[in-house]
């Protein structure tokens, strides 16, 4: 199992995950031209696409989707609540699965767990990858821990996680003050000293990467997410990886 990052931030959210043939984009808050560019940085043809799976409805996750699913005849999943806003973009010459009631899913090898999440979109969900033996864990766009993502996020090879914003830049910063408020509101994004909170609360005895994903280019620096996440490591901080907006990540193996 191998996954990487298209890309990471307000401006556009893309995660690959890959088990033998088959391979899930999660996101694609990238335009088609940028997100096959992108791809093939890792050495992947849209065409090598298992699935598109969409996360909520957000322009930073949802970008090309469309377009790229009826370019290259992928099936799309997302929530019935996700799906709803959506209607007239994913019109009936896509192919649409729901998911239901957060039930797990497969695509070819590997198997879906969704869960939901505290995020002010309509459905929000995020997801464990997993092909039976190894997991991995992705959060971003949640506005608070919760207790049921703690479980699902227990005893992961890997993890995505949301490091946002560092609260001081944020409440310091330029932003309006609704902007601010909304942002660590209990429906926002997580900052980073909850996404160490969280490290903290799980089983992380199986942990073999941990990447910070989702930084705001205004309220966070990466080297403020890898020293939140690493006090709760208790590793050194290169050893946490920031997902860049522009670069993403290169592959990571779990094995
Ligand atoms: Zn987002
Ligand atoms: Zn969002």
Known sequence: MRFACL???SQGNALLVEVQHTRILLD??????????????????????????????????LGGMARLARR????????????????????????VHMVRGFEAFAVGDILLEPYPVPHDAREPAQY???DGARRLGVLTDAGHVTAHMCRCLDRCDALVLECNHDAELLWSGSYPEPVKQRIAGRLGHLDNESAAALLRRVDRRRL???VAAHL???????????????VALECTPDWITVADQDLGTAWRHIV
């Open 208 to 210: 073999q990467h941990v």
């Open 72 to 95: 290259h005849r992928l099936p799309i999943w997302l929530t019935g609540g996700t799906f709803r806003g959506l209607e007239a973009l994913f019109q009936p010459d896509l192919e």
């Open 128 to 130: 464990v990858f997993t």
């Open 28 to 61: 694609c808050g990238f335009s088609l031209a940028e997100v096959t560019r992108r791809l093939a940085r890792l050495g992947v043809d849209p065409t090598d696409l298992s699935a598109l799976v969409l996360t909520h409805e957000h322009d930073d996750h």
């Open 7 to 9: 890309g990471s931030g």
């Open 216 to 230: 705001s280019q205004t309220n966070n620096r990466p080297e403020l997410a890898r020293a939140a996440l690493s």
